[in-house]
């Protein structure tokens, strides 16, 4: 969840509902651990505002 906030902070927002892997996704399910690392499309994003 940090990793999301800080994307958040950093000027990231929620992607489509069909990028369910991104760690920018808007919902988690109880006891997932796949977001905690940036996904492809964090990265994008990223890179898109800087």
Do not use: W
């Amino acid at each position: 969840m940090a990793t999301h906030e800080i994307g958040h902070a950093v000027g990231l927002d929620h992607p489509g509902n069909s990028c369910t892997e991104e760690t920018m996704y808007a919902y988690v399910d109880f006891g997932e651990t796949k977001k905690r690392t940036l996904n492809a499309g964090d990265i994008l994003g990223v890179q898109a505002l800087y």
